[in-house]
């Protein structure tokens, strides 16, 4: 909501000359191979690891009839729980300082 609101995507601010010079001394330039090959593996990296635990799940099916299914299951829905809930914090997190860096500090 914050990039929407302060304009940030736009073409004039993400320009090269347009960006304040803390976030310009701070940017890492990779050469332009060497970050497409991170960029797609770490994309397939990323794919892999999630397609291997889909098949963990796919491997406990079977074992609906054992008596520790149920803490295995368990298991699952906690990762899954802890999963979202950092992916959440680690998206909303940085935003909410900033608003609250702006709203006390903008009024000083």
Same mark, same amino acid.
């Given at each position: ?5 302060? *304009?940030? /995507? ?8 347009? #960006? =304040? =010079? &803390? %976030? ?12 497409? &090959? ?6 397939? +990296?990323?794919? $892999?690891?999630?397609?291997? +635990? ?10 609906? *009839?054992?008596?520790?299914? *149920?803490? +295995?299951?368990?298991? &699952?829905?906690? +990762? ?12 909303? &997190?940085?935003?909410? /300082? %900033? %608003?609250?860096?702006?709203?006390? $500090? #903008?009024?000083?």
């Amino acid at each position: 909501m914050q990039k929407v609101t302060h *304009k940030n /995507c736009s073409e004039t601010t993400n320009s090269p000359s347009k #960006r =304040p =010079p &803390f %976030i310009q001394s701070k940017m890492i330039n990779f050469d332009k191979n060497h970050s497409i &090959f991170l960029e797609y593996g770490y994309g397939f +990296l990323s794919v $892999f690891i999630i397609s291997v +635990l889909s098949l963990a799940g796919f491997v406990a099916f079977p074992l609906m *009839k054992k008596p520790y299914y *149920k803490y +295995l299951n368990a298991f &699952f829905t906690a +990762l899954a729980v802890g999963t979202l809930f950092a992916d959440s914090s680690f998206e909303l &997190f940085p935003v909410v /300082c %900033i %608003i609250l860096f702006q709203y006390f $500090f #903008r009024s000083v």
